[in-house]
């Protein structure tokens, strides 16, 4: 059974970073594509970063790029979301999802992930 578990949310000030872990449990780490989501109150869920299951490519978020990125442990079944200069309007509800593929394409719509994490408060105070 795959589960998918998040860590690192909470309360951070802006300007500050965050860094999200997202631990997985019983798939093959590295034939799976992963992302992250997140969904604000009122609005629907929205791509922040996703990174393929081959090649390690990317796809940001415009309003993440160039402050974002998504690194990926294989060694302990671990993926992160690392957002730095955070802005009031990163507070979300923040999902990780993956999904069993070989292909070197990240996974950009929520239809194509499989498994999905319970989510986790991210709130930034300004």
């Known amino acids: 059974q795959v589960q998918l578990v998040e860590s690192g949310g909470g309360l951070v000030q802006a300007g500050g970073s965050l860094r999200l872990s997202c631990t997985a449990s019983?798939?093959?780490?590295?034939?799976?594509?992963m992302g992250w989501f997140r969904q604000a109150p009122g609005k629907a869920r929205e791509l922040v970063a996703a990174?393929?299951?081959?090649?390690?490519?990317?796809k940001y978020i415009d309003s993440v790029k160039g402050r974002g990125t998504i690194p990926k442990d294989n060694t302990n079944y671990t993926w992160y979301l690392q957002i730095d200069t955070l802005h009031p309007d990163d507070t979300s509800v923040y999902y990780c999802?993956?999904?069993?593929?070989?292909?070197?394409?990240?996974?950009?719509?929520?239809?194509?992930?499989?498994?999905w994490g319970q989510g986790i408060q991210v709130t930034v105070s300004s």
């Open positions: 999802a993956a999904v069993n593929t070989h292909s070197s394409l990240p996974v950009v719509m929520q239809i194509g992930y499989a498994f």
């Open positions: 019983g798939l093959a780490f590295t034939t799976y594509a």
């Open positions: 990174i393929s299951a081959v090649g390690g490519r990317t």
